[in-house]
């Protein structure tokens, strides 16, 4: 898939939003990626999931690995798509682990799937995690990188369907809230 084509599918499905959003960060925006508007619909999941495995399917991935809660969906179609096992992380008092019995052997080549990528602090904690329980990071694919292309993950290269470059703004400098428009938040823990 092209990046235009993948972009167009998250318009048309609704994953990509206009508007006036509070971020979890505290932050305002004039774009939302809503990755549940997609991910909601199997057929489309598994054709951009196809479409990161295809990035990868001669890098021997034995196990596609996503943090909670979106990672998993995206572990498992991504992992469907290579032939491949799926796994997720979780956090446990704040830290995020493996639990449920999953586990990785030594030198076991992971793929990190995630599917919308701003900082990435997330996804460096899988590495850690990956690399705690002795396997290899082989690399990294996100659904989004709305970092504008900043996002690094070090000695781990990263791969995504596509590349935004979303502006932020402190509400005290938010120009959108300076012309009145109304704010709506956003996320897990916001409400529509």
Same mark, same amino acid.
């Given at each position: 898939?092209?990046?235009?084509?993948?972009?167009?599918?998250?318009?048309?499905?609704?994953? $990509?939003? =206009?508007?006036?959003?509070?971020? @979890?960060? &505290?932050?305002?925006? !004039? *774009?939302?990626?809503? +990755?549940?508007?997609?991910?909601?619909?199997?057929?489309?999941?598994?054709?951009?999931?196809?479409?990161?495995?295809?990035?990868?399917?001669?890098?021997? $991935?034995? =196990?596609?690995?996503?943090?909670? @809660?979106? &990672?998993?969906?995206? !572990? *498992?179609?991504?992992? +469907?798509?290579?032939?491949?096992?799926?796994?997720?992380?979780?956090?446990?008092?704040?830290?995020?682990?493996?639990?449920?019995?999953?586990?990785?052997?030594?030198?076991?080549?992971?793929?990190?799937?995630?599917?919308?990528?701003?900082?990435?602090?997330?996804?460096?904690?899988?590495?850690?995690?990956?690399?705690?329980?002795?396997?290899?990071?082989?690399?990294?694919?996100?659904?989004?990188?709305?970092?504008?292309?900043?996002?690094?993950?070090?000695?781990?290269?990263?791969?995504?369907?596509?590349?935004?470059?979303?502006?932020?703004?402190?509400?005290?400098?938010?120009?959108?809230?300076?012309?009145?428009?109304?704010?709506?938040?956003?996320?897990?823990?916001?409400?529509?």
């Amino acid at each position: 898939m092209t990046e235009k084509e993948v972009y167009d599918l998250l318009v048309e499905t609704g994953a $990509i939003m =206009t508007g006036h959003f509070s971020l @979890t960060s &505290g932050n305002h925006s !004039a *774009h939302y990626v809503e +990755k549940f508007n997609v991910l909601q619909n199997p057929k489309m999941t598994e054709k951009l999931c196809k479409a990161m495995a295809e990035h990868f399917k001669d890098a021997k $991935i034995e =196990t596609v690995v996503g943090p909670m @809660t979106g &990672g998993i969906i995206l !572990a *498992h179609e991504t992992g +469907k798509a290579l032939g491949t096992r799926a796994i997720f992380t979780e956090r446990v008092d704040g830290k995020m682990t493996f639990r449920r019995g999953f586990t990785l052997h030594e030198g076991e080549r992971v793929l990190i799937v995630e599917d919308i990528v701003t900082t990435g602090g997330s996804v460096r904690e899988v590495i850690d995690v990956v690399k705690q329980f002795g396997g290899i990071p082989v690399a990294v694919a996100m659904l989004v990188d709305r970092s504008g292309g900043k996002v690094n993950f070090g000695d781990v290269p990263s791969f995504a369907l596509l590349h935004m470059d979303v502006e932020t703004y402190k509400p005290e400098d938010c120009p959108l809230c300076k012309k009145g428009v109304p704010l709506t938040k956003r996320g897990s823990t916001g409400k529509k």
